[in-house]
């Protein structure tokens, strides 16, 4: 392999995606539950005659399944990160599947950290001229603190010190 090549290739590569605690299974399980739980109450509901709390009981587990639904679209984005000497790559997929490129010279690119101090960093993004790219914004302190340790650390590697 030449010179060349070996610049080409990515050194540092990450992969962001939004944190969820419940899976499809739990999802499914949890669904499953509320249903039952439906049933039954609205089943008790029914026999006394009170059939609208039925239906508005009804309507509540719809909501549940639409808001977890849309949660769930939005844990579909991520963010692709890719650096080399010659070339840092960040690739943004939207929930929707669009994707948005932006390609950046690492010796010109900065990394802008900001931090709270209770918080921690609050918002990361990488600059270069009128060109800025914000990263991380759905990741938790813990995983945003980790991300820019270790970009950090690779774009000052990518630059030679």
Do not use: C
């Not at 080399?84 to 790559?89: C, E, F, G, N, Q």
């Amino acid at each position: 392999m030449d010179e060349k090549n070996a610049a080409d290739q990515p050194f540092f590569k990450a992969l962001l995606v939004p944190h969820r605690s419940l899976g499809h299974t739990g999802f499914t399980v949890l669904m499953a539950a509320l249903v039952l739980i439906w049933v039954t109450v609205g089943a008790l509901f029914l026999s006394i005659g009170a059939w609208p709390v039925f239906g508005f009981f009804g309507l509540d587990i719809l909501a549940l399944y639409i808001a977890f639904r849309i949660n769930y679209r939005a844990a579909r984005a991520r963010e692709e990160v890719s650096l080399s000497r010659v070339s840092l790559d960040i690739r943004k997929v939207l929930p929707s599947g669009r994707s948005e490129e932006h390609r950046f010279n690492p010796f010109w690119a900065r990394f802008n950290v900001q931090r709270h101090t209770e918080i921690g960093i609050t918002g990361m993004a990488v600059e270069a001229r009128e060109k800025r790219v914000l990263l991380g914004s759905f990741l938790n302190p813990e995983e945003r603190e980790s991300f820019a340790q270790a970009f950090s650390h690779a774009l000052a590697t990518a630059k030679g010190r």
